[in-house]
């Protein structure tokens, strides 16, 4: 299921939904079927904020959604970051290192499970990473499809401890589910626990799993990277991965 699926819808409310900007998905509906937009209550910035706050139609929204996206300005600026994964792999976290929080931080408060989505951002070399980090759980798994978006990079994580042939298994589930629906994304690999292995075990464990990935999905997945969050290992490579992969997808769209 993919926007197109949704483009005769004339009301859509998405108010209290935590949402930092409107999802590029919105461009693609019709603005003469859509008559009711709503998005009051959430935390948007920038020109997404602008957009909301001046009482704008469904219809001016959705012309300036496509408009800027023609322009690239909001490409140049924005890049959304889709995080995957079974539950517990780590996904949380990772991206709390990222947000700063430090080692001891990390001890004094444990990660909890994700209870559906959660949002947060940082901005790494001029491009503000907007990450949408998806509850791993059953449960939530058939939501998800509503805000997976084509011009993302999407960070497929899994355990580097798990058994190759699981592992495998996991990671073709997750590549499968989000290429249905956002083909377009550029995918990167991340495992986890890394520091349970040599640096070397670790990278060839990890360039075995992407050489596997490349052979079933081509460019699409673009990257790999070991990480323990625990100890900070694998972090730098991590963020000059996602502003290399932020700036190719700029070039593209």
């Known amino acids: 299921?993919?926007?197109?699926?949704?483009?005769?819808?004339?009301?859509?409310?998405?108010?209290?939904?935590?949402?930092?900007?409107?999802?590029?998905?919105?461009?693609?509906?019709?603005?003469?079927?859509?008559?009711?937009?709503?998005?009051?209550?959430?935390?948007?910035?920038?020109?997404?904020?602008?957009?909301?706050e001046s009482k704008a139609t469904a219809k001016d929204i959705i012309g300036n959604l496509r408009e800027?996206?023609?322009?690239?300005?909001?490409?140049?600026?924005?890049?959304?970051?889709?995080?995957?994964?079974?539950?517990?792999?780590?996904?949380t976290t990772m991206?709390?290192?990222?947000?700063?929080?430090?080692?001891?931080?990390?001890?004094?408060?444990?990660?909890?499970?994700?209870?559906?989505?959660?949002l947060g951002e940082i901005t790494l070399e001029g491009h503000r990473l907007m990450f949408w980090d998806f509850a791993g759980q059953?449960?939530?798994?058939?939501?998800?499809?509503?805000?997976?978006?084509?011009?993302?990079?999407?960070?497929v994580m899994f355990r580097l401890t798990t058994a190759e042939e699981e592992a495998n298994g996991q990671l073709t589930y997750w590549m499968d589910s989000v290429l249905q629906r956002a083909p377009n994304a550029s995918c990167v690999l991340i495992g986890t626990c890394a520091c349970n292995f040599s640096e070397e075990v670790a990278a060839l464990r990890m360039k075995g799993h992407l050489n596997k990935l490349k052979g079933q999905y081509g460019d699409r997945v673009c990257g790999a990277i070991a990480i323990d969050s625990l100890y900070d290992f694998g972090i730098s490579a991590l963020r000059q991965e996602l502003v290399r992969v932020a700036v190719r997808k700029v070039r593209v769209y």
């Not at 859509?12 to 009711?36: E, F, H, M, N, W």
């Not at 059953?138 to 960070?155: G, K, P, W």
């Open 95 to 118: 991206l709390r290192v990222l947000y700063g929080h430090n080692s001891q931080e990390l001890a004094a408060h444990p990660c909890v499970a994700t209870d559906g989505i959660d």
């Open 68 to 91: 800027s996206i023609r322009g690239g300005e909001e490409v140049l600026k924005e890049m959304k970051v889709m995080v995957v994964g079974e539950p517990a792999v780590g996904k």
């Open 1 to 52: 299921m993919s926007w197109g699926d949704f483009a005769h819808l004339t009301s859509i409310d998405l108010q209290r939904c935590s949402l930092t900007s409107i999802p590029v998905g919105i461009s693609k509906l019709d603005p003469i079927a859509l008559k009711t937009l709503r998005f009051e209550g959430n935390p948007l910035v920038g020109f997404h904020r602008t957009l909301v």
């Open 138 to 155: 059953e449960v939530y798994r058939y939501t998800h499809q509503l805000f997976l978006s084509d011009n993302a990079i999407c960070l």
